[in-house]
């Protein structure tokens, strides 16, 4: 019973708040909905009983992606700024397009799913086991994927890095100009004085 | 005995993906109608979180003695940091190009 009601609640937050993370006006606002999100999307890895899925979600996505987020909105906003919306059709489309799909494909899971809706949930999965199906070679082990992760990482934050400084060429073009602007400002000054 | 018999009537599978629905064509909702780069970008978020659902809920209900789904999405959320790291990267490059992170103002390439 209690197991209903934290469901419900879940899902109530994971709803509302998906929702209005799409549709508020402040981008700082939808991000905090979408932390909500993720927070709540834990919570049902935890009535799953994945509990190490519940800590990796809180760590990587609530601890580390909403970080990011965050930076990037501080760095590439103006405070108080709206968020500028498409046309009217196009909302209307999209909104018709979502409630399609919704419709569509909650008919087919509805009609399909019942019959095995009632089978039994299993125990928490052991850590050991989780350790050692990551870091086997065998069969469903997952020790090459691991890998390709971590290199994909690395490859990941070296491109981040690369994409996100600033070019040399560019760096020196904006001193220069910066250097102009401020003798230009000083010669205008020096006529006014004149004057 | 008693234990199995409680959990076995708790929450159905339905239940979970439609929760899981509503928030994939909420993404979907949003990737289509921001103009605001980072607003698309927390839409693919909401997306990929959806998927991670189902992956977990697909496991726990109808295979709950392997580990398939589970890794599934460690592996998706895993790749969805590496994503969301890249896009804000090329978001920062390009708002120190054009003066702010709209989509329809991005229509000059280098070359």
Request: glycine content about 6%; some cysteine.
């Amino acid at each position: 019973m209690t197991d209903i009601l934290i469901f419900i609640l879940l899902a109530i937050v994971i709803v509302a708040f998906s929702i209005l993370a799409v549709t508020s006006k402040h981008v700082i606002r939808s991000a905090v909905y979408l932390l909500f999100v993720l927070l709540g999307t834990a919570g049902l890895y935890l009535m799953l009983n994945y509990h190490f899925l519940f800590a990796v979600q809180i760590a990587v996505y609530a601890g580390g992606i909403m970080v990011l987020f965050i930076m990037a909105i501080f760095l590439t906003h103006q405070p108080g700024e709206n968020v500028r919306k498409k046309t009217n059709w196009k909302i209307v489309s999209s909104s018709l397009l979502s409630i399609t799909g919704i419709a569509l494909c909650g008919y087919i899971i509805v009609k399909n799913i019942n019959r095995i809706a009632t089978f039994a949930r299993g125990e928490e999965i052991d850590m050991q086991n989780i350790g050692m199906a990551m870091m086997g070679t065998e069969k469903y082990q997952y020790l090459l994927p691991f890998e390709v992760i971590s290199v994909l990482l690395l490859a990941c934050i070296v491109g981040a890095i690369m994409i996100a400084r600033k070019d040399k060429e560019e760096e020196k073009h904006d001193h220069i100009k910066t250097r102009i602007e401020e003798l230009k400002d000083k010669s205008e000054n020096n006529k006014e004085n004149k004057i | 005995m008693i234990e199995l018999l409680v959990n076995s009537v708790s929450i159905p599978m339905v239940a979970f993906l439609i929760v899981s629905l509503i928030m994939f064509f909420a993404g979907v909702f949003g990737f289509l109608t921001r103009k605001n780069l980072i607003m698309i970008l927390i839409s693919v978020e909401l997306i990929l979180n959806s998927v991670d659902i189902n992956f977990a809920v697909f496991n726990r209900y109808l295979f709950p003695e392997q580990m398939e789904g589970l890794f599934f999405a460690l592996f998706g959320i895993a790749i969805a940091a590496c994503e969301t790291a890249v896009a804000i990267a090329i978001i920062i490059n390009i708002y120190r190009r054009f003066g702010n992170v709209d989509v329809d103002n991005v229509n000059k390439l280098k070359g």
